[in-house]
């Protein structure tokens, strides 16, 4: 499932998302329970009434930052429409056509807000992580022997930020068997990928961000996220990469001068 992240820092970005297992069992049951309290209110209250209801439900669970639970939450909606507030009640069957209607626009509009949510969410997560790649090489551009530290921390921060983790260090050299975050957005442990996208970065141990790759002893960055499952997009890897390269660069400059 997607996710967003919720690092501190002057960059803005999207709430984390709650733990994904904790969204799919709300999706599935708020909507049955709000039904379930809408069906005490019948006939007082109208149907158009209860489904405008169940869908601020909807979006509250495309809020989330999971697309599968707002489509489940806008799937349930339409069950439990069904069975607690279209005639005959109590029963998996519509009698009248008005409400069939409104049950097929209650699902299908929750569905199509739950991907505009998404497509919202998805495009506030890219613009963030461009501000911080950027906020990042304007901090490096005045690198010179004296602020060398300075920008290290600074880049630091802005991979804590893109990579929503827990720490992130300078260190002159990497240590060559732990996990290495590649160019291309990879993150490999003696070779075999590790599915960061599902699983998130490996919260038992450290990902190395190297600025020379091919150099077992190269200096580069430690990323750590032990406290949580960070499922950092395949774009914001390889932001992090071209930060580590820009790094690098750098530094071999300042070493010439």
């Known amino acids: ?13 999207a709430p984390a998302p709650v733990p994904d297992e904790m969204a799919v069992v ?20 109208a149907n158009t009434s209860s489904a405008l209801i169940l869908v601020l439900v ?22 439990w429409f069904d069975f607690f507030l279209t005639a005959p009640y109590l029963r998996f069957s519509v009698a009248s056509a008005a409400d069939v209607e409104t049950l097929i626009v209650l699902v299908t509009s929750g569905v199509v ?26 901090s490096m551009s005045d690198a010179d022997g004296r602020h060398g530290k300075r920008v290290l921390d600074a880049v630091s921060r802005r991979l804590m930020t893109m990579l929503d983790l827990d720490a992130c260090r300078w260190v002159d050299v ?7 975050l590649d160019r291309d957005g ?3 442990n003696h070779g075999r990928r590790l599915a960061v996208d599902s699983d998130g970065l490996p919260t038992t141990t450290t990902v190395a961000l190297p600025i020379r790759p091919e150099d077992p002893n190269s200096p580069g960055f430690i990323l750590t ?14 932001l992090a990469g071209a930060l580590a390269d820009h790094i690098g660069s750098i530094l071999n400059r300042t070493k010439h001068r």
């Not at 049951?29 to 005490?40: A, R, S, Y």
């Not at 990497?174 to 290495?180: I, N, Q, S």
């Open 113 to 138: 807000i739950n991907e505009i949510i998404q497509w919202g969410r998805r495009y506030q997560s890219q613009f963030c992580d461009s501000e911080a790649y950027l906020r990042a090489l304007l």
């Open 26 to 45: 709300g999706a599935a049951l708020v909507p049955l329970v709000v039904c379930g309290l809408l069906g005490q209110l019948l006939p007082a209250l």
């Open 58 to 79: 909807i979006v509250a669970a495309a809020c989330t930052g999971y697309r599968s639970a707002g489509v489940l939450a806008a799937i349930s909606a339409g069950v």
């Open 225 to 238: 996220a032990a406290t949580h499952i960070a499922r950092t997009s395949l774009r914001q890897r390889r």
């Open 1 to 13: 499932m997607e996710k967003a992240t919720s690092q501190p820092d002057s960059v803005g970005r």
């Open 174 to 180: 990497v240590d060559p068997k732990a996990p290495r």
């Open 186 to 188: 990879q993150v490999r």
